[in-house]
């Protein structure tokens, strides 16, 4: 058996033939940071990872838990580490790769204590998304993102009656009119894996809806939450699972049953697996958006909450040195992954459905900001569940001040980060809109400005959407008004919870920029008391309380929202508002 040396050898014989281009391996540029991650850099620059004539002891025993549509590819290269008796240090090392879904966990991780995880001391999820929202949660397991293994492009795949309806392969489209073109047509249906569950599904929807909002278009947003919405009818729970909604037979009868898709939200190599199958028909067609395909990182994670021992992290990078290796990138390819961001195989790209003019070997555009994928994520939140909201609006004198380093008031921008988020709404939601100061309305703090309705319903000659966006723009601060918050506060909730709409994502919005000022009201401590008394866990309505600009109190509305299973937030431009609140509705729908 042949031995294999660190960091990039070659056996005895054999030449690489590829070009050795800045971008031609996704995993050996990473390997000193795993070393330095692991604590074995030193090591590594004395020699000490070299390797004897035979194997010392038992082997060492390294547990990889691995996204499914990698797990084959990283078990082959473990089997073939084996054959050839690879060793780390002296050791010979036994690499145990179990598939786990990337969103479970993900979800263990972020539980902390080691909860889920079952030792393992490397994770490879299949997008840096999951290793992000870990790395979030403070009180999570901590992990370390070291490198990329592999990738593959998100694209649309497509029966080929379908595709070749939209002209391809010659014809090309960004997301946005790709999306339009499976809403235009009734013989033409999109399916999407989970956004909640699938990074697949996830950074497409974020790609789409960049896309859809930077059309050009008036009310780009809108058209946006509409596409959402139309997708979520069409929503698998796995990317494995939503291969399983193509028609059985693409040229038959199965075409027409609608409850069957005709393209697909789908990675690369998904489709590659796919149209490799003897029983896959006549396969599918990949379009790859000219506005770009994000793709999937599958980044090395090390386990820092299994404390892993100083073999096992040494295994470890032995392991991702071997991905590295010719033989490695060989089997990785094998599988449908690329392993060369410059250097994109032609058979691989023809296999998973892909042919020129599309622009399959375009660069991937700039990763989504975390930003910008929690927007989405909020957006798909309340797109599926639809959501029902009462809005409390502070109108009190201090929201007249204005904003650091701008000419605008609080309240200026408050609005306008309101009608923002309005535009992500369907007409499926339901929102209504309070606003509050010091008794405005008799010995009461707070007036209903807006009922709770849908915002799809006839409301005089327009909508409640219009007449939402009327009070939104007519919102202003009360000359002398103070901020009477813990009595508007209770008196929201006990409305929100008295007319809780099953199925619907329920939830109090309170937007304030300062503390409570009203001394007749009740105390905080029994404001939080009542509030625990109402709260229903079989009908839940998280308090989501938005503490405005410098002079609010973040620790107070963390104290009351948490009292309702929800959450407190501090933004210091108001600007910021539409995110949060977005943000605020996936966290509380995945705690639900």
Not at 329 to 355: K, M
Not at 556 to 572: F, L, R
Request: glycine letters at 8%; hydrophobic letters at 35%.
């Amino acid at each position: 058996m042949g031995r294999h040396s660190l960091p990039n050898a070659r056996r005895a014989g054999v030449t690489d033939p590829r070009p050795r281009t800045r971008g031609r391996s996704v995993v050996l540029a990473t390997v000193l940071v795993l070393c330095a991650a692991s604590g074995t850099a030193v090591a590594v620059r004395a020699g000490l990872l070299s390797f004897g004539e035979s194997c010392r002891d038992e082997a060492v025993r390294l547990n990889v838990a691995a996204s499914p549509d990698l797990a084959p590819a990283l078990k082959a290269v473990a089997r073939k580490a084996k054959e050839d008796e690879a060793i780390s240090d002296g050791h010979c090392f036994d690499v145990r790769v179990t598939a786990r879904e990337s969103a479970k966990m993900a979800e263990a991780f972020q539980a902390g204590k080691g909860k889920g995880t079952d030792g393992f001391q490397v994770w490879v999820p299949d997008s840096s998304v999951w290793v992000d929202r870990v790395s979030r949660q403070g009180n999570g397991d901590p992990v370390t993102s070291t490198g990329n293994v592999a990738s593959s492009p998100v694209g649309v795949a497509m029966v080929p009656s379908a595709a070749q309806s939209l002209g391809w392969p010659q014809k090309t489209y960004t997301w946005a009119e790709l999306a339009a073109a499976t809403m235009r047509s009734d013989q033409l249906k999109l399916g999407t894996a989970d956004p909640s569950r699938s990074a697949t599904g996830l950074l497409a929807l974020t790609q789409l809806t960049a896309s859809t909002a930077g059309s050009g278009n008036s009310g780009g947003d809108t058209q946006a939450a509409a596409m959402l919405k139309a997708l979520s009818q069409r929503t698998s729970d796995t990317d494995s699972q939503v291969l399983d909604t193509l028609p059985r037979d693409v040229s038959g009868t199965e075409q027409g049953n609608p409850k069957r898709n005709q393209a697909l939200i789908l990675s690369e190599q998904s489709a590659f697996v796919h149209n490799s199958a003897e029983n896959s028909g006549s396969g599918l067609d990949f379009f790859y958006p000219e506005d770009g395909s994000p793709r999937l990182d599958y980044p090395f994670t090390l386990v820092n909450s299994s404390s892993p021992t100083t073999d096992q992290s040494r295994a470890a990078l032995r392991f991702l040195t071997l991905l590295g290796e010719r033989y490695g990138r060989e089997i990785l390819e094998d599988h449908g992954f690329r392993t060369d961001n410059d250097d994109v195989p032609t058979a691989l790209v023809t296999r998973a459905g892909g042919s020129s003019p599309q622009p399959y070997s375009q660069s991937a555009p700039r990763p989504a900001s975390v930003k910008a994928v929690e927007e989405t994520l909020g957006v798909w939140t309340i797109t599926v569940q639809s959501a029902r909201l009462l809005t409390v609006v502070d109108v009190s004198s201090s929201m007249s001040d204005p904003v650091p380093g701008g000419r605008q008031s609080r309240m200026d921008v408050t609005k306008a980060s309101l009608l923002q988020a309005l535009a992500t709404f369907t007409p499926e939601d339901e929102i209504g809109l309070w606003e509050f100061s010091t008794e405005l309305d008799g010995d009461r703090d707070y007036e209903e400005l807006v009922p709770t309705r849908r915002l799809g319903d006839q409301v005089g000659s327009g909508t409640q959407r219009d007449a939402l966006s009327v009070a939104f723009t007519g919102l202003k601060p009360i000359p002398g008004g103070a901020t009477g918050l813990y009595d508007t506060t209770l008196a929201a909730y006990k409305a929100a919870s008295s007319t809780y709409a099953q199925g619907k994502f329920n939830a109090v919005v309170v937007l304030t920029d300062g503390a409570n000022q009203d001394p007749g009201s009740i105390s905080r401590s029994n404001l939080i008391t009542e509030l625990q008394k109402i709260t229903d866990p079989e009908r839940p309505v998280p308090l989501i309380a938005v503490a405005v600009g410098p002079d609010a109190d973040r620790n107070e509305v963390e104290q009351i929202a948490k009292a309702t299973g929800g959450s407190g937030h501090q933004v210091s431009d108001p600007s910021q508002i539409h995110s949060v609140i977005l943000k605020a509705i996936v966290n509380a729908g995945s705690l639900g």
